[in-house]
């Protein structure tokens, strides 16, 4: 997730070591969420507006970042903050929301890519519901069984049918739904999996194909970070925490496994879209405790 990385890597590394050499002793910045303290730990918290949280694109501080973190506008609504706007006669009042990032730009981020990568073509292929790989996952009954639950699946071109080209396997993630291009089937297409070596897409009907929604994922050992590291679970362990993978998705309740090889998150309810590559943050009520980059 660029917002992230962007975050780790600029906003609270760079610029903020950069805003130390000029004496600065904080950092303030624009992201709706807020910062409190307890016997000496800070903690990352959901900003006041539900609708607009920014938690989740700051997954990846330290307590050191956080610490010199401020959210001047984290305990206000979205409506607020306009009002107050436009009271001070701020141009930026009535701009819309930005969805976009910032260092390439007002072009969205697929028009960006396109712009850099050459295109290549490559097949769209349907699988069924029915497949053998999604019967036999539909099938496993022990919940304790994490590798199976998370364990990605591994299509082949045989699989399936071709029901359409597209300019780039690169361009796709899991979920999604947009850009496929593809009409003619009783439910909308979705992306079930990539395989870019190969440039084939691999789409399912309907946001309750198997494919799509898993109960278990697994992010590997060094790739799990905690932001509370007083919370930090240790081999063998387990806890409760609520989950979500994306931005402004509803939390999940969860249980963290912590095994040998990384840590296991078994979901209350299948969750859909889990994307390797992306981030998986967990939380305590409001307070986001720690995150991880999805290995499947």
Request: charged share 25%; hydrophobic share 35%; net charge negative.
């Amino acid at each position: 997730n660029p917002d992230v990385l962007c975050n780790r890597e600029i906003k609270f590394d760079i610029f903020l070591h950069e805003a130390e050499k000029l004496g600065a002793d904080f950092v303030a910045t624009g992201h709706y969420c807020q910062k409190g303290e307890e016997n000496g730990r800070f903690k990352l918290l959901a900003g006041a507006d539900k609708n607009k949280d920014q938690s989740y694109f700051l997954c990846q501080l330290t307590q050191k970042q956080l610490s010199k973190a401020l959210f001047p506008i984290g305990h206000l609504q979205k409506s607020k903050v306009r009002e107050i706007a436009q009271e001070q006669d701020l141009i930026t009042a009535d701009k819309k929301d930005s969805q976009g990032l910032c260092f390439i730009g007002k072009v969205k981020l697929p028009v960006f890519l396109q712009q850099k990568l050459e295109p290549k073509e490559g097949d769209i292929i349907e699988l069924s519901n029915d497949l053998q790989i999604f019967r036999d996952y539909s099938r496993i009954t022990d919940s304790d069984d994490y590798n199976r639950l998370s364990k990605a699946f591994n299509y082949k071109e045989s699989d399936g049918e071709i029901v359409g080209k597209h300019q780039g396997a690169h361009y796709f993630t899991i979920g999604q739904r947009k850009g496929l291009a593809v009409g003619g089937t009783p439910l909308p297409l979705f992306v079930i999996g990539t395989d870019v070596e190969k440039n084939i897409i691999y789409t399912g009907q309907g946001d309750a194909h198997q494919g799509l929604n898993k109960n278990a994922l697994f992010i590997e050992k060094n790739e799990v970070h905690w932001l509370r590291d007083d919370l930090k679970l240790e081999f063998g362990e387990s806890r409760q925490y609520d989950v979500r993978i994306r931005y402004r998705q509803e939390l999940v309740s969860s249980t963290l496994h912590m095994h040998e090889e990384g840590l296991y998150i078994h979901f209350s309810k299948a969750m859909t879209g889990i994307s390797p590559g992306q981030f998986a943050a967990w939380y305590n009520g409001e307070e986001l405790i720690g995150s991880g980059v999805i290995g499947h």
